[in-house]
T-cell receptor
Framework: AQSVTQPDIHITVSEGASLELRCNYSYGATPYLFWYVQSPGQGLQLLLKYFSGDTLVQGIKGFEAEFKRSQSSFNLRKPSVHWSDAAEYFCAVGAGQAGTALIFGKGTTLSVSS | DAGVIQSPRHEVTEMGQEVTLRCKPISGHDYLFWYRQTMMRGLELLIYFNNNVPIDDSGMPEDRFSAKMPNASFSTLKIQPSEPRDSAVYFC??????????????FGDGTRLSIL
């Protein structure tokens, strides 16, 4: 069965420091992978997606993610974190009919310290 | 452009009452999804539609839950009768096309449901 694991429930990073959020997936075929961000009281906003091709994907707000098939990982990175990046981050894999339905990880809460 | 619109944003009601959540997808999108978010279980897919037809409702927790999509611009998720364990944030999302379309899902701001 398809699944997504985000090992870190909560991460605190100093403003200006680099960030890496981990995501591991289990999926039988070539996965469609996504990272979403959720601010308090808001819906989910897409940061970036991987469908095929270049394994290093650039997203919005300076985020990037790298797909590593050998490690079944799709880690999210940002070289320099801003206080406004504090939010909850969700990794998801496309499953179901035609890869349409999303299976989400439990999320990682990012806190940014000054 | 208008995004996915959900109503109400907040709903507080007593157990046993009927609850109806509403969603207007982005115009032109042919897939619509309902998710539930709780602290314990995270984000769970409840049901999704393609061209107004339910495709997979295996995530619907019980017969008390039902969803309809009478037309391309409107969907409802109904709980009857409601129970305190149904308290959660319910999200609606829509997208254009399936696996080959390279299109992501767009989420509404959610309905925060509290059953007393």
């Amino acid at each position: 069965a398809q699944s997504v694991t985000q090992p870190d429930i909560h991460i605190t990073v100093s403003e200006g420091a680099s960030l890496e959020l981990r995501c591991n997936y289990s999926y039988g075929a070539t996965p469609y992978l996504f990272w979403y961000v959720q601010s308090p009281g808001q819906g989910l906003q897409l940061l970036l997606k991987y469908f095929s091709g270049d394994t290093l994907v650039q997203g919005i707000k300076g985020f990037e993610a790298e797909f590593k098939r050998s490690q079944s990982s799709f880690n999210l990175r940002k070289p320099s974190v801003h206080w406004s990046d504090a939010a909850e981050y969700f990794c998801a894999v496309g499953a179901g009919q035609a890869g349409t339905a999303l299976i989400f990880g439990k999320g990682t809460t990012l806190s940014v310290s000054s | 452009d208008a995004g996915v619109i959900q109503s109400p944003r907040h709903e507080v009601t007593e157990m046993g009452q009927e609850v109806t959540l509403r969603c207007k997808p982005i115009s032109g999108h042919d897939y619509l999804f309902w998710y539930r978010q709780t602290m314990m279980r995270g984000l769970e897919l409840l049901i999704y539609f393609n061209n107004n037809v339910p495709i997979d409702d295996s995530g619907m927790p019980e017969d008390r839950f039902s969803a309809k999509m009478p037309n391309a611009s409107f969907s409802t998720l109904k709980i009857q009768p409601s129970e305190p364990r149904d308290s959660a944030v319910y999200f609606c999302a829509s997208s254009l096309g399936g696996r080959g379309s390279n299109q992501p899902q767009h989420f509404g701001d959610g309905t925060r449901l509290s059953i007393l």
